[in-house]
């Protein structure tokens, strides 16, 4: 019987291996500038991965260029590439 197996017991295998530091690649993305009626912030992202286009949206603008995990399952770091509307024409 293995010492994993058994309860109560540490492990034998040494100390804990810590994984390598894993690099998110960054994903660019269209923002469209909140306008009238629409509050959020909307953007168009490009998985940098397997290529497929991602809409998706969020309240604050800080919240659009973070660290996500898109719908195909990759994670990306969402870097703004371009602007639509004009600023500062939000209701």
Not at 19 to 35: C, Q
């Amino acid at each position: 019987m293995s010492p994993r197996a058994v309860r109560g017991r540490p492990c034998q295998d040494g100390p804990r291996k810590t994984s390598p530091t894993v690099r998110i690649p960054p994903a660019y993305a269209s923002y469209l500038l909140p306008h009238g009626r629409r509050t959020w912030h909307w953007y168009l992202v490009r998985c940098p991965a397997c290529g497929a286009p991602h809409l998706g949206r969020a309240r604050e603008l800080a919240d659009v260029t973070r660290t996500r995990r898109l719908p195909c399952g990759h994670q990306v770091q969402v870097v703004i590439a371009r602007t639509y509307g004009q600023p500062g024409t939000a209701s």
